[in-house]
């Protein structure tokens, strides 16, 4: 359910009243983030780029017959041409200095999206379309950027682990091959039993069967290896079986 600020209700029943899309998109640790519009717009100190396109259109699916629902999901269009000399929104999307570390630029980030009416005083108030997206996908030409988003309000659509990154692909100097990009890092999970004991060797055999979680490919480092992360995760101690340590 939407709930809307009390300054929202009052303003939208004023005849004539224009709505503008209003934007904050998040980068690296999802402390930062910047703002967008489709016309330039300042809310209280806050100041929206009008580089946004259009209305965005929500979707949103219910399949009856096979009981299967799809994950909301919203297109947002942007202008490309330079607002500025020089300056392009696509440039954002490479800009390193939009995070640190790992933690760089909008992939898998938050993303706000508002519609705002004259007189509205805070971001807070704007009456929030999509609250909770992530940015999926950006698609850009000489004229036009596109952002896939989808709504991750429900905790059934949280995705568990970390995303890849290029610092995982550190040894290589070449950064995370495409095949890997926004790829969750691998977790193993299941009935792995690792015996460190003297007893029978049949004890210290590992099955393949458990092997449920696929590596992601890291490219090739400055000895020509080819490189795989396989967990991104330590398994330690879970209990003490007869005397023998399982792991």
């Not at 009981?67 to 490479?94: F, K």
């Not at 991750?152 to 990009?181: F, H, K, N």
């Not at 290896?225 to 023998?244: C, F, K, M, P, R």
Request: glycine share 8%; charged share 25%; hydrophobic share 35%.
């Amino acid at each position: 359910m939407i709930t809307t600020s009390t300054q929202w209700d009052s303003l939208c029943q004023r005849p004539g009243q224009e709505v503008t899309v209003v934007v904050r998109m998040y980068y690296g640790d999802e402390s930062a983030y910047k703002s967008f519009a489709n016309r330039d717009l300042t809310i209280g100190t806050e100041k929206f780029l009008g580089v946004i396109q259009g209305v965005p259109t929500v979707i949103q699916q219910l399949d009856m017959k096979e009981h299967t629902h799809s994950i909301q999901s919203l297109t947002l269009a942007i202008n490309n041409l330079e607002y500025q000399p020089g300056a392009r929104w696509s440039d954002l999307v490479e800009d390193t200095t939009l995070g640190a570390g790992a933690d760089i630029g909008f992939y898998n980030r938050k993303i706000d999206i508002r519609f705002y009416l004259d007189g509205i005083t805070t971001f807070a108030n704007c009456f929030p379309l999509l609250s909770s997206g992530i940015v999926r996908e950006i698609k850009h030409s000489r004229e036009q950027t596109t952002i896939e988003i989808e709504d991750r309000t429900e905790m059934m659509y949280q995705d568990i682990g970390t995303y890849m990154a290029d610092t995982d692909a550190a040894d290589t100097d070449q950064g995370l091959p495409v095949d890997s990009r926004e790829k969750i890092k691998p977790i193993i999970y299941g009935d792995h039993r690792y015996y460190q004991s003297d007893d029978h060797i049949d004890l210290d055999t590992v099955s393949n069967l458990n092997n449920i979680s696929a590596c992601r490919y890291l490219g090739i480092d400055s000895s020509g290896n080819h490189l795989w992360q396989i967990s991104n995760h330590e398994l330690d101690e879970v209990g003490v079986i007869a005397g023998q340590e399982q792991f």
